[in-house]
């Protein structure tokens, strides 16, 4: 089975969609961590043992992990996540030619997906796509406000940026292991790029800390069911304040947005 139809299986036996991010911010972590060898592992188990029974994935940020100490972390994130039986997509952005962006397909050898840039063109993500049993999500419309820098430009055909590379996106689909990273504050938008890719599973970021629209979320962002919606602060941060107990906060948040998107979802 590819991603999506493992992911399709992993979204019916846990009834959720949410993508729990694992972004730990070592200013963020309890003290009571900070001892540890690896103490962005160290908060990561406690947060995946809290959480795993609500995350349809767990969806670590490269951005940190990448020192000698953080990609040791990682690597014992993953496998931990395997264990509990959840898949890794790991937000890496990445993208690049020849040699290189093949080096940076083989860290699919120890996740299940990966998000990838589009700027470069297809034959910079062709190692990623080549990959039929891994996911490969395409950035295309950001939530951040400099987003529109570039994805609000419009084309000669008269089309946005970000449509286009939704478009682009739909024709790299040949082994059906291709998603959308869209974001969920403006669901219009979210809207329009479902009529135009309705195969296409979205990665939906920005509903919680960004206050995107969670029923656009999942209205929209859900392709025969198979999507994601992502939370990374607003779960694994939930418990800032509470010490020693911090996991527990984290576990309450990610069944709460669990249960609220579970009351849009038709299927």
């Given at each position: 089975m590819n991603f999506f139809d493992r992911l399709h299986d992993r979204i019916r036996?846990?009834?959720?969609?949410?993508?729990?991010?694992?972004?730990p911010d070592p200013a963020r972590?309890?003290?009571?961590?900070?001892?540890?060898?690896?103490?962005r592992w160290a908060f990561?188990?406690?947060?995946?043992?809290?959480?795993?029974?609500h995350a349809a994935v767990f969806k670590p940020n490269a951005a940190f992990y990448e020192d000698p100490d953080g990609w040791r972390a990682l690597a014992e994130t993953v496998a931990y996540a395997?264990?509990?039986?959840?898949?890794?997509l790991l937000d890496a952005k990445r993208a690049d030619i020849g040699n290189t962006t093949r080096q940076y397909a083989k860290l699919l050898e120890t996740v299940d997906a990966i998000t990838v840039n589009p700027y470069m063109g297809r034959d910079s993500l062709q190692p990623f796509l080549a990959d039929e049993e891994s996911g490969v999500f395409v950035l295309c419309r950001t939530s951040n406000p400099g987003g529109a820098d570039v994805q609000d430009l419009e084309l000669e055909t008269g089309e946005p940026v970000y449509e286009r590379v939704a478009?682009?996106?739909d024709l790299w689909n040949e082994n059906d292991n291709v998603g959308l990273?869209?974001?969920?504050?403006n669901p219009d938008e979210l809207e329009d790029l479902r009529e135009k890719v309705p195969d296409l599973p979205f990665l939906v970021p920005g509903v919680g800390a960004q206050g995107g629209d969670a029923e656009a979320a999942v209205e929209f962002g859900l392709a025969n069911g198979v999507g994601l919606v992502n939370s990374s602060r607003g779960i694994i941060f939930a418990g800032e304040d509470a010490g020693e107990d911090f996991a527990k906060a984290s576990e309450r948040a990610a069944k709460r947005l669990k249960e609220r998107l579970n009351r849009y979802r038709t299927e």
């Open positions: 036996t846990v009834d959720s969609v949410v993508s729990v991010g694992l972004d972590i309890p003290d009571h961590l900070r001892e540890y060898d690896l103490p990561n188990r406690r947060i995946i043992d809290a959480t795993h029974e395997h264990g509990k039986d959840v898949p890794v478009a682009l996106a990273v869209v974001g969920a504050t």
